[in-house]
């Protein structure tokens, strides 16, 4: 089993819309996670981290769900540009290794 | 400001070659980081550094060498190349003391192995 899993998609979204996607991930004992962005052919960026509580930058939503152990990401009014692959990251233990998921495809039509 | 330069953006090899994928970044970071990225995969950990002279490996360092001589500097090294990996090849750096594990990553090398 996977450390970190994502549905691969692609979630297919017209422009204006939202959409919302999850990641599982496997060890009970992780501590931090993120979602990074990677367009195509490109290296990965960092979106945002997912505290807690849960935690908005912009038009972006990300949620922590320990007992079910995922996070998810939900994206508004979604634009052209937030097309992309989101990878779920999971900072797996007090030496700050991370586990990344393989991504979610996210494309946004107009 | 650079970031991470990661050099060269494509190579082929023929199996059992060798060669060097060169890794830097000016941002003065501590932690140094090479990962490969495979379709349907996420990115898995070869080898990382937490600073000049000490290395470990990660999740996948079997045919990969690296060194750190410098805070600057973290090349990758493929011994004797072989068609598994064949990837893409992302270095990465961080500030060890920020807490948002904020990577930044090299722009990446395609590598085929034939």
């Known amino acids: 089993r996977k450390e970190v899993e994502q549905d691969p998609g692609p979630f297919n979204v017209p422009e204006g819309a939202t959409v919302a996607f999850n990641c599982t991930y496997s060890?009970?004992?992780?501590?931090?996670f993120f979602w990074y962005r990677q367009d195509c052919r490109k290296e990965p960026k960092l979106l945002m981290s997912v505290y807690s509580s849960g935690n908005e930058d912009g038009r972006f939503t990300a949620q922590l769900n320990r007992a079910s152990q995922y996070i998810s990401l939900l994206i508004r009014d979604s634009k052209l540009s937030d097309s992309a692959t989101y990878l779920c990251v999971v900072k797996a233990d007090s030496w700050g290794k991370l586990q990344f998921g393989a991504g979610t495809q996210v494309v946004v039509t107009p | 400001n650079a970031g991470v330069t990661q050099t060269p953006k494509f190579q082929v090899l023929k199996t059992g070659q060798s060669m060097t994928l060169q890794c830097a970044q000016d941002?003065?970071?501590?932690?140094m980081s090479w990962y490969r990225q495979d379709p349907g995969m996420g990115l898995r950990l070869i080898h990382y550094?937490?600073?000049?002279?000490?290395?470990d490996q990660g999740e996948v360092p079997n045919g990969y060498n690296v060194s750190r001589s410098t805070t600057e500097d973290f090349p990758l090294r493929l011994l004797s190349a072989a068609p598994s990996q064949t990837s893409v090849y992302f270095c990465a750096s961080k500030n060890y003391r920020q807490t948002n594990e904020k990577l930044f990553f090299g722009s990446g090398t395609q590598l085929s192995v034939l």
């Open positions: 941002m003065n970071h501590e932690y």
């Open positions: 060890n009970s004992a992780s501590q931090s």
């Open positions: 550094s937490v600073g000049a002279g000490i290395t």
